[in-house]
């Protein structure tokens, strides 16, 4: 029997992630771009669009672990900590657009990704990237292949 796959939709407006298999659904709050949606290089928003997740990262690290340019460093961060510094931790599920205007999000860095600011997940406060609560990265690390199809929907 071969198995359903799996397809994400981030909903800005309503600042959710939807994990979609068939009938199952599992939502997620999330935190996109506090500068708004947008595709320019520098500029810090959230793209819009169709996007795969093209690599994943942080198989086997514990919650909190933080990560520089992709590489867990050994360090650990718990929410609160560090909050002036925004923090990729515990996994990261890299995006590639497949959409003319959004082709650059790869070289962009745009990620789903833990964040040390859980305390704004919700509302949107990002540097571009999809923040998620660090329970919820790990979960959907788990459920999400690579090549899983992600639509985000300002």
Not at 57 to 78: K, N
Not at 103 to 125: C, K, M, S, V
């Amino acid at each position: 029997m071969k198995a359903v796959p799996c397809s994400l939709r981030v909903d800005i407006p309503s600042q959710t992630l939807i994990w979609m298999r068939g009938d199952e659904r599992r939502v997620f709050p999330v935190s996109t771009s506090r500068q708004g949606v947008g595709f320019e290089e520098g500029s810090l928003k959230t793209p819009t669009g169709r996007f795969v997740v093209s690599e994943k990262f942080g198989d086997g690290e514990p919650l909190g672990a933080v990560f520089r340019s992709r590489v867990p460093i050994g360090q650990t961060a718990a929410p609160g900590e560090a909050p002036a510094e925004d923090l990729i931790l515990t996994r990261i599920l890299w995006l590639d657009g497949l959409d003319p205007q959004n082709a650059n999000t790869r070289e962009r860095f745009i990620y789903i990704h833990g964040t040390n600011r859980e305390d704004l997940i919700g509302q949107p406060a990002s540097h571009g990237c999809i923040r998620m609560r660090n329970e919820d990265v790990a979960a959907l690390y788990d459920l999400t292949p690579p090549g899983t199809p992600l639509e985000i929907l300002a």
